[in-house]
């Protein structure tokens, strides 16, 4: 299968850890994991290791969300530091588990232009693909496309970072659900806006960007502002046929995990989907 479906963080059905969850996640039939490290990254190495072999073995592949506390162009120097830190901390645990993405949201752009945050973003994520250089650590920053149009993160400004150092340091989250309502309209609502999605990402970065992308889906509930809360895909809020015909018929390849509040549900429910546009 082209594309692996999974969830983020253990599925509600099962009990135990996260070398639970990566078995369990094998069980149900689905081939992707990502660590929900998001209110700290605080899992040992030797648990990653474990977590590592476990996934090998169930042939599941593995991604690592850090915490949501991240805001690495933060005015108050101190939290921009912590922000770099807590992504790095993230990096080493994915590192040890064998390797994989190392997803977050960036950061805001608080009361900077545009093209100033990206500037001073710019600078940050250079700063820690060096540290991820020196450190001799198996990982790929993969921030996550936004929800908010206070956040740093839309879809170009993510492609141009990936050009800017490279696929093989950075390599973005496409967030389906937020690049919906980023902008408070909601407007992905056919295969002509997910082809909209990947032939611009093909553009800018080639075809390995649509080839061995990562993504996540849910559904969305949203203000004029952007995101408010996650909802499980029959709210078609984004609608997910489409983007499985989309994904079927151009013979894409990737990762989508799953973060509907029925996580693993909603990862079958999307698995069956797409089987169904291949026609098996």
């Not at 492609?159 to 690049?179: K, M, P, Q, S, W």
Request: with cysteine.
């Amino acid at each position: 299968m082209k594309i692996r479906f999974g969830t983020a963080g253990i599925p509600r059905s099962c009990d135990g850890g996260s070398i639970e969850g990566i078995q369990c996640v094998h069980d149900l039939g689905l081939s992707a994991f990502e660590f929900e490290l998001v209110r700290g990254a605080k899992m040992g190495l030797d648990l990653a290791r474990q977590c590592g072999e476990k996934a090998r073995a169930a042939d599941v592949s593995l991604s690592a969300h850090a915490p949501y506390y991240v805001n690495l162009v933060s005015e108050d120097a101190e939290k921009a530091r912590a922000s770099g830190e807590r992504i790095i901390q993230t990096a080493r645990i994915s590192s040890a588990a064998g390797g994989g993405r190392v997803v977050f949201h960036p950061g805001y752009y608080g009361k900077k232009d545009a093209a100033t945050a990206y500037n001073e973003m710019s600078k940050r994520f250079g700063e820690l693909v060096e540290k991820i250089r020196v450190e001799k650590l198996n990982a790929v920053l993969a921030p996550e496309t936004t929800g908010g149009i206070a956040e740093f993160g839309s879809l170009d400004e993510l492609a141009r970072l990936c050009h800017e150092f490279g696929t093989d340091a950075v390599n973005l989250t496409i967030d389906f659900a937020h690049v919906h309502c980023r902008e408070g309209k909601g407007w992905i609502k056919s295969k002509d806006d997910y082809l909209k999605i990947f032939d611009s990402l093909e553009k800018q970065l080639g075809k390995r960007a649509v080839q061995s992308f990562h993504s996540h889906f849910t559904g969305v509930k949203f203000t004029g502002r952007g995101e408010k809360n996650h909802l499980t895909i029959d709210s078609q809020s984004p609608p997910f046929k489409p983007l499985a015909e989309v994904l079927a018929e151009n013979g894409y390849a990737g990762t989508i995990i799953s973060e509907s509040p029925n996580i693993e549900a909603d990862a079958l429910a999307m698995k069956k989907a797409y089987e169904k546009a291949l026609g098996k």
